[in-house]
Structures are given as C-alpha cells and as structure tokens.
C-alpha cells in the first residue's frame, strides 16, 4: 500500500496513516471486510517503524473502523448504522482545475454520445431496439468459437498473449488477403493492417493526414462515429448530399475546387445511415476526381459484402490506381464486435506511416483476438457465414419493408436497400424524430434519429432503423408500435402539420 | 466477387472478366487451388448474362491459368514453370500519388521503429535480448487462465462479444477500482477507463488536450513510444533531467514559466529507461507547481507496483487535489500485453471527455480481453501474483547487479533500481550504444540503446538493459557476452577513447 506520508507535517505519521484509512474506509474505497496490510509489511513499505503503523491501527479500531481477527489480521468493519457510506464519486461540489473547467467550452460534443444516452433512457424491459448499429448476434456459431479458442490457447499457449507483429498477426493477415482476394478487390497480406475494429481505421488515417482546420468531404448524412472523429480534431467538414445511387458526384468537383479538401471519406456501399450503394460510373468518376485534385480516398467498407440482391459493385479500392484508395473494414458486423477486429488495406509509403500511427496509438491489436479469429476463420468458413448471414438478413429486411408498407401512415418514405444493416425513413410532414422519439419509447420501440447522423443542428425527419438484429415477429411489432408513435405524433402536432413547409431533404 | 465491370468500356465484358481474373493469378492474390465462383453466380452478382462469365472462363482456361473438375467447379491452375508467380507487393516503380510522396517529408520518424528494425537485424538464434519492454511472460498461470476464459465463454456467452459499455467491463471497473484503492490510490469505479493497454491512455489523454506547437514537459530520458506519440502529433517536447531521485523537479518551474506547457507527462515511480523513482518531496513540490502554473499531470504508473525493496512511494495521483493528476497503468507488465487491457483514472470533466475520445478511436476495448481479465483476476489473485512476480523480478535483479560486477569493464557506471523492469547502463567513455549494438549482436546478446529515449538525435554512451525477462543463468551469459563486446568496443576505438571527453550526460 502506497500511504501519502509526509516526513516534513507537524502531523505525527501514525496520525497521518490513521486519516488516511479512515477517508478511504469512510468513503467506501476500502469496503468491508477488507484485509489491511499486516502491521510488519506496511511499515516497511513505508520505510517506518512497525509500532507507527500498529499505533494507527490501534487508532482505528477505537474508531470502530476496522476489527482485529487473532491470527488472520486487521479487517474493515461492516459500516456504522448511522455513518452512511459513500457511493461513487464525491459530488459535493468539487472545485475542478481550470483547464478541466475549459476544456468543457473547448472541445466537441459529440453526437453519437447523445444518442446513447437517449438509447440507455429507454427502460421498458420489453423495448424493441431498431436503433443498434450493430450486426445480429444470433448467428454467430458461439460453441465453436469457444472451442476453437481452447485449441489455440492449448496449441500456442503465450505466442497469443504476447505484443505481436505491430501491423497484424501475420497468418490473418494472409486470411484477410485472400478473402478480399476472393471478393474481387486484389490484395496483398503485406497492404493489410489490423486495427481494432474499422473505427481505429478511420481514426489511424485521420490523425495521420489532418490537422486542426482541415476540410474533409464525407456524404451527409454520414456515420455519426465518424463525425465525431474528425468534430474531434477541430476538422471542418464538408457534405456532399447522398441519393438513391449514393454520393451525388456532380457536386464534388466544385467542393474540391472551392474549399480543397484534404481527404474524402466515403462509404459506398450499403452507405450508413442510408442503406444506398454507389453506382459503379460514379465510382469512378469520384476515383477520377480524386486524382486529379489529387486527394486520398477513405473507403469505409462495412458493410460492402452484406448484400441480397442487385448487382455486386466493385470496391473503390479496386478501380483505384495503386495507393489512392485506403479501404477499411471489420469483422465487427458479420463476426463479432467485441473482438474489436478490423483491418484496413493501404499501399504506398502510407501504409508504413500507418503501422507508426497503430503503434503510438495502442501499440497492437489484441492477439488473443486475433488468434482466435485466425484459428476460427478460413476463406470457406467466412464465405459460409457470409452467405447464411446473407439469407438471414435479407429475410428480416423483407419483413421490415412489409411491416412498413403495412403500418406507416400516408406521407411516411423509406428506402430499399439491397444490402447493408440499414433503412432510412422519412416521417411525415411537420414530424421531427426527436419529437416523436419520446412517444415511440412510450410505445416500446427506439431508432436512431437522423440527427446524429447530419451535419448541421437542424431539426430531423429522418431516422435510421436496424433491420437486422430481430427476428421477423419481433420486428413485424416493432413496426406496429412505431406506426402507432407517429400517429400519435401526427394527431399532437395537429393541423399545424401541414402548415409546416416541407422540408427540402434529400431521400434517398 | 465484385469485379469492376465498365459497362460503357469499347472492351468485351468477357474480356474485363478474363483480364481481371488473369491478373489476379499471375500476381498470386488468386493462388492456385483456389475455386473461383459458379458461373450462374457470378453473373448474378455482377447482373450479366451466364454466358460472358462461361466465355470469361473458357479464355482463362485457353491460356492454361485455370482448369475445371467436372461436377465441382472451376480452380485457379498451378503456377506454369516459366511464369514465375509475385511475391508480396508488386514492387515494380509503382508512381505512388503525390499526397503520399509529401508524407514522407512531412511526418516524423518514430525512434522506436528503429529499434524494432535493430532487433530484428538480430538474427543469432541464441541471442539473449536484454532489448525488450515486456514483463516475462513465463510467470503466467496460462493453464488456469484458459481455463477461466472456457467458463466466461460458456457462462456469459455473446455478451462477451459485444461492445459493451464504452467505459469499459463495470464488474472490471469495480475490481480495478478495489485493487488501487487497496494499494493506496483511492479509485471509484466511475472514474476508472479502460482502454487497449497504457498506450491508449497517453494516447487519449494527449488527443484531447493537445493541438500542433503546443508543448509538453517529459523527462529526459523517457519512454520511446510516448516520445513517437507526441512527435506524431507534432508537439514540441521539453526536457526535464532524471537524476537518481527522478525528474529533478527544482528545473521544473523555469520550464513552466518559460514554455507554458500543455502538459506534464511523467513515469514517477520507476522511471522508464532509467528505473529512478521519484522521491515524496520532489512529488509534492511537482504538484504544488502543476497548480500553481494550472498544467495537467499525466501519470504513466506502468510498474508502480513492482516494488522488490526501499519504501513505497505515493501515487502522484494520491497526493494531488482531485482532477490535477490522470493516471495511467496497464496489466501488460505483470500479466499478458496481448490481451492490450490497461486504464486510466481521471476525476472531473476530463473524464467524460476522455470516454468520447475513446470512443472515436476505437468504440471500446475488447470485451472478450475485458470478460477473461475479470473472470481472472480478484484483488486477493492480484496480490497474489504480484507478491510472486516481485519475488522473481527482484532476483533477476540481483543477478543482473551481481553479473553487471563481475563482467563489466572499469569505467561502466549503472543503476540499481528498487523495482520496475529496467537498468540504465553507462559505457565508458568514448564508447557510443549504436556503435556497440553489432559487436553485441556479434556476441549474442541485445539492448535498447538510449538513443531511443532520448529527445535529440545526439549519440549515447547510455543503454537500457531488461532484468525481467530472463532466469538468472541466462543473465549471467548474457551480462558476460555483453561484457566481451564492450570489451571489444574499447579496443577498437582505441587509445582515442581516453581523449574523448567524458560526455555530461545525467546518470541515475
């Protein structure tokens, strides 16, 4: 134990010793039943003599604070019936440093936060969650996994829980390749890095290409996590408006011109929040751009494999000349989040600067993750799961879509999309998902308003529903009880509804 | 697989399919063996009719790259003899985009990647490396570990492989919380964060406070990879000289005074290289100063609680007034680094702050990481294997002393530290660490020459030697390899060396 003592106090050491225990038995730090040091190993370690520490004790337990048990040691007393314990934090008003005090004006607020506090005030237990970002979890083969990690353990014993290679465990690295290989987007195990999960992805390149008041161009709406990134890093977005066939490229040349932007992030397929794919001659008339105002490209992929049905489209990666494009990914969708796996893939002298950047920022990725992603993962087991996920996924966005046309009132559109997690709704007129947020958690249900995903303050009509995480029952009442909300929602606002203008939003 | 198809290209669709796919083989990203989609699949996915895919095969089957088993499909064929297959990145003068070219002049190099590479360089299979940063990994109870993962895994399930919430494990917190209160740093769950080991926490508290040209005061020498972190975020570093009782804290205020610094980044309790702790004095007036000039603290406690002897030191986190200190620690040093779990304890607005920061970088850490650390661990399992580790660490110190004396030529000068992983060694005069690193890789033994711990680019006579890691007779060999080699270093440099004059570098 590493007791504050100060040799310099008019303060007799014991005294000091005794104050000390006691704030942090009072204050609940030390519960009850906790064993003190014993008296001879506690004055050592404070380099004092073992009648100062017995004394303190001694101190104490006239306190009541701790009892001595003959034998086995000195122990914290059950609390006092008429000293409450304290629980967490101090809140009397602490007087916090000033640069904590600025730091509250300074820096961003971010989006998604607010989202999760929303999320955590919905308490109905039987609450159906449309606005999860996540992939289902009920498909993932859990035994064989666990199985699966017993064996690597067994095999390669501390190889696992060691540093590792900083760019990746170097069989998944292979793994990875091949997979991308397979998917048409040629890769090499050398261009893969592994990051935790694809938002260390985003943050590795961001913090190695922008500073402080740099202009990013991202499609608006536009992945809230990813806002707040770059928000994070004093960086000034720049929008460019998403349609049916994702961005609307036409309008990115101008953007490039006027305010030269120093990377363009962009999510092409099964683009989030909005569910839609970029076409494949706006794929490369961005590429084309990109080149000639000679601009990085982050491909946030992931969700580019999710797809049921349409054509497949090329990723920007693979239509790009070498070392344009960095195309990140994760396993966090179809596998497991809470391995924290991602990669991305990068070519060129940016590749190593990125590997630097992993480094400063968490050294590596986990090696038991990795270790048993490797173990569990081969190209024909993830293509497997792929198509299983696939066909379960296309089941429950059919059952969305049918819910929707079934219970939505007139005046409520919402996208198709052919892949992906996601489909984007627009209420009707005069309703703004904020407003009616309150209603559909009364209701039982929760999305994700569109406002997290915008770039501005303006007030929302959009919102964000996950279609993959329930089963088609759950789902066909999720659907009903928020086509009840915006009824109600619709009958609050009353007649005032339709004198509210339209607003000009785009809809995919 | 999404092949990029230009539909509006004068080339046959046929073609692009063939080109693609013959370029993927002969670069080796398809390797042979490897089944390429179902005709009937492809087309779908790529939304043409059946037969431009068959005529796509039957030309790449003419030109012998792939052949077909009937009933089973088509396969990428074994390499012909006279085309040889790519290795890795192609590495033909591939012309990387400008915006990559200008990042190599524009970005620093971190110096711990070149120690890395110097390791490597090492390739003696019986090299003894005194090199590494790690704690040893031997003491570890792998078996039982596995053991608790296996009943996690079965027991919790999928809810170890979520995200879990963003501040990490809450049952992890709370043990984290009890095992520093009951060290002597009073902790509440809710200011602890857990984060992908300790390098995440500088990393994090850094992104948040500091912008380009802002400066941080460190001590000279320091840990390499929080120099690599704060060059990468081009912040300018102040220095602080280390003497035998730590940072020499009397320098400090003429640095605050002159420099304004945004921060104070410290490694107080067996400092890393040098293995110095800082004495109780020095603390209290460290953080009288950081008030009074109103700069953060950032505490790097990576081995606080390897203490073999002397007395404990408080925490700076301990003694400072609430939300003045963020403390930082790992478990890599005393358990697994490969499961990347470390935390930092912060009080105040900073806290909240710091969990968005976490969250843009990576969402959370690894809940499986989190889950078998909780099942592991308990405050009294802890202690357990602390006191166990200490025993072991403190006598591979002692053997290291011990082999130091017997084998080190006149003129050597090192430390004795009271705990931690570290001794810093001073060649004799006239004799730098780099020159020596080939003569010692000649011998078979390796160390992290001071040049990486060190802020300016000026040679060292200085090298960090690693005691942990070794048993004691495996010490001994290596200390005496490392003995010869100096011994070689003096007689080639020759009569020279006692001409040179003795470098005032700081020795602890």
């Not at 006239?62 to 040691?73: D, I, K, M, Q, W």
């Not at 971010?110 to 919905?122: K, N, Q």
């Not at 596998?335 to 992993?358: Q, T, W």
């Not at 590596?364 to 299983?388: F, N």
Request: proline share 8%; glycine share 8%.
């Amino acid at each position: 134990m590493r007791i504050p003592i100060d040799c310099d106090s008019s303060v007799p050491l014991y005294r000091q010793i005794q104050q000390f225990l006691r704030e942090q038995i009072r204050s609940g730090a030390l519960p009850p039943e906790t064993r003190l040091p014993a008296t001879r190993d506690l004055a050592a370690s404070l380099g004092l003599s073992r009648i100062t520490v017995t004394n303190a004790y001694a101190e104490l337990e006239a306190e009541g604070l701790v009892y001595t048990r003959r034998g086995s040691g000195t122990f914290v007393a059950p609390p006092l019936p008429d000293l409450p314990t304290a629980e967490g934090e101090p809140s009397a008003a602490v007087e916090w440093p000033l640069w904590q005090q600025r730091l509250l004006s300074q820096t961003w607020l971010p989006v998604h936060g607010g989202l999760d506090r929303l999320m955590a005030s919905v308490t109905r237990p039987d609450a159906i969650r449309f606005s999860s970002g996540m992939g289902a979890h009920d498909l993932f083969p859990l035994d064989e996994f666990r199985r699966t990690l017993q064996d690597v353990l067994r095999r390669d014993g501390a190889a696992c829980l060691g540093y590792g290679d900083r760019r990746g465990y170097p069989p998944l690295r292979t793994t990875i390749a091949q997979i991308l290989s397979s998917q048409g987007t040629p890769t090499y195990p050398d261009n893969v890095l592994v990051t935790s999960g694809s938002q260390q992805g985003l943050g590795l390149v961001a913090r190695l290409l922008l500073r402080p008041g740099d202009v990013v161009m991202v499609e608006t709406p536009t992945y809230s996590a990813a806002i707040d990134l770059f928000r994070s890093m004093d960086v000034r977005l720049l929008g460019v408006p998403v349609d049916e066939e994702g961005m609307q490229v036409d309008r990115v040349e101008d953007g490039l011109r006027s305010s030269r932007p120093r990377l363009i992030y962009t999510i092409p397929t099964f683009h989030n929040p909005t569910g839609s794919c970029m076409r494949g001659r706006r794929r490369r008339q961005l590429i084309a751009l990109a080149d000639r105002y000679n601009v990085p490209i982050l491909e946030d992929d992931f969700a580019g494999e999710l797809r049921f049905d349409g054509c497949a489209q090329p990723t920007l990666k693979a239509l790009a000349p070498p070392g344009r494009v960095i195309h990140v990914r994760t396993f966090s969708k179809m596998l497991m989040p809470g391995l924290r796996v991602g990669f991305l893939v990068a070519e060129g002298p940016v590749y190593e600067r990125l590997v630097d950047c992993k480094r400063v920022s968490d050294l590596a990725t986990s090696s038991l993750s990795q270790c048993a992603l490797e173990a569990y993962i081969t190209v024909g087991r993830y293509q497997a799961h792929l198509r299983r996920t696939c066909q379960v996924y296309r089941r429950r966005r059919d059952a969305m879509l049918e819910a929707l046309a079934r219970h939505m009132p007139p005046g409520t559109r919402w996208t198709s999309p052919r892949g992906g997690l996601f489909i984007w709704l627009q209420l009707p007129a005069g309703l703004s998902a904020s407003q009616l947020y309150p209603l559909a958690a009364e209701e039982g249900v929760t999305f994700a308003p569109g406002i997290v995903f915008s770039l501005c303050e303006c007030p929302e009509d959009h919102m964000r529903l996950n279609f993959c995480v329930h089963p088609p029952d759950v789902i066909e009442e999720g659907i009903r009880r928020l086509g009840r909300a915006v009824e109600r929602g619709l009958v609050d606002s009353g007649g005032e509804a339709a004198l509210v203008p339209r607003q000009q939003a785009v809809v995919v």
